[in-house]
């Protein structure tokens, strides 16, 4: 295991079990926390990490959490408090990373009513009902991080509603800093570039071209990586970071300079 700087912490990472999330249950385990990482429909992809954390000497489990309807945030809890008690004696958490998120939305023509909630939904309302919700169990000191987007601040009109989900989370984000900075808590967002996930594979992998141009667009000149993403996040989640609140942490690799 590595420097072991979050023993005795708790962490939840939604959609932790593929992609930018996977990457951040494992950094964050390896730095000793025990990692709460949800999931919504790919259990064995759940489960393979989990077993991975667990071979490598960390501690982490599986929850089934579906995202995006009425409810979802309080069931999420309801499971976290069934199995922390496994690893501590009350329902604490240390660490809330939201990370799960729908990467896409259609344009301005195209998109409909429905696909404009679900995208708020899972991006929005489910962050700020599980940090509300959370707050009952998040320790002094701790730490809220929300997996932002570049596009934040981009124009994207073929993902319009994407972008704008992204930016009302920083906004929320600026706003948890305010409110909870007073016990210690800090609340910053991280805001990837294009990242290397299932979400990009369509029109990514196995295609040198797009690859190429995917490349370009950062600064350090190729497509992040899950870990780049996580190492951040590690960082923002450590004692280091505890100067650090209410800000938009850029992991584009340089993108859009
Ligand atoms: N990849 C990029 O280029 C990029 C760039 C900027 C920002 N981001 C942001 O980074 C975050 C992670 O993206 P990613 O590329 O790693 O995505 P991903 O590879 O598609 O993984 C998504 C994860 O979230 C879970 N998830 C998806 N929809 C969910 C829902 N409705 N309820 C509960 N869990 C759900 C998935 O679980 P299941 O597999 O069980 O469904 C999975 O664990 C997102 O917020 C995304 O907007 C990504």
Do not use: C
């Not at 509300?132 to 981009?154: M, P």
């Not at 910053?188 to 490349?215: C, F, K, Q």
């Amino acid at each position: 295991m590595g420097t072991q700087r979050l023993e005795g912490k708790i962490a939840l990472v939604t959609g932790g079990s593929r992609g930018i999330g996977r990457a951040i249950a494992q950094r964050l385990a390896q730095d000793g926390a025990v990692v709460a990482l949800t999931y919504a429909r790919d259990e064995a992809a759940a489960h393979d990490i989990v077993e991975r954390i667990r071979k490598d000497g960390g501690q982490a489990f599986a929850l089934h959490a579906p995202l995006g309807r009425r409810g979802d945030a309080a069931a999420l809890w309801s499971g976290f408090d069934a199995q922390i008690r496994h690893h501590a004696p009350e329902p604490v958490v240390d660490i809330i990373v939201n990370n799960a998120g729908i990467g896409r939305s259609a344009d301005l023509a195209s998109l409909t009513e429905d696909g404009f909630d679900e995208v708020f939904a899972v991006n929005v309302r489910a962050p700020f009902f599980i940090v509300q919700e959370g707050l009952k169990r998040l320790r002094d000191a701790g730490r809220i991080i929300n997996i932002s987007s570049g596009a934040a601040h981009l124009a994207m009109p073929e993902a319009i509603a994407y972008g704008a989900t992204k930016s009302a989370l920083d906004n929320f984000t600026r706003n948890l800093a305010k409110e909870l900075g007073p016990r210690g808590i800090t609340a910053n967002s991280v805001a990837p570039g294009i990242i290397d996930t299932d979400v990009n594979a369509g029109w990514l992998r196995g295609n040198p071209e797009a690859e190429a141009h995917a490349a370009s667009v950062a600064a350090l000149g190729r497509v992040g990586r899950p870990e780049d993403v996580a190492d951040v996040v590690a960082f923002l989640a450590s004692d280091d970071a505890r100067w650090v609140t209410g800000k938009v942490i850029d992991a584009t690799g340089g993108s859009g300079l």
